[in-house]
């Protein structure tokens, strides 16, 4: 997962979220708060895997540190 990705995800929640502001009956309203809370899991998921990614990294540099020294 990279960081494009997240913030096109994050974007696409934020439209979601004003797209529900004009929303006119409590369907529609569902609808929409439905809608961004999928966007918002599929954003926690991606940063996660962002996370753990980044500890990997972390974890393999330090590895080649210790070799090194």
């Known amino acids: 997962m990279e ?3 997240a913030v096109t ?3 696409t ?3 979601a979220a004003r797209a529900a ?3 006119h009956s409590q ?3 569902d609808a929409a708060v439905s809608e961004i809370m999928e966007k918002l899991t599929t954003v926690q998921t991606d940063l ?3 996370v753990v990614q980044q500890q990997e990294l972390v974890e ?3 590895a080649i540190e210790g070799g090194v020294g």
């Open 3 to 5: 960081v494009g990705a």
């Open 9 to 11: 995800a994050i974007k």
């Open 13 to 15: 929640a934020l439209d």
């Open 21 to 23: 502001k004009d929303v």
């Open 27 to 29: 369907a529609q309203l």
């Open 48 to 50: 996660l895997s962002m």
């Open 60 to 62: 393999e540099e330090q």
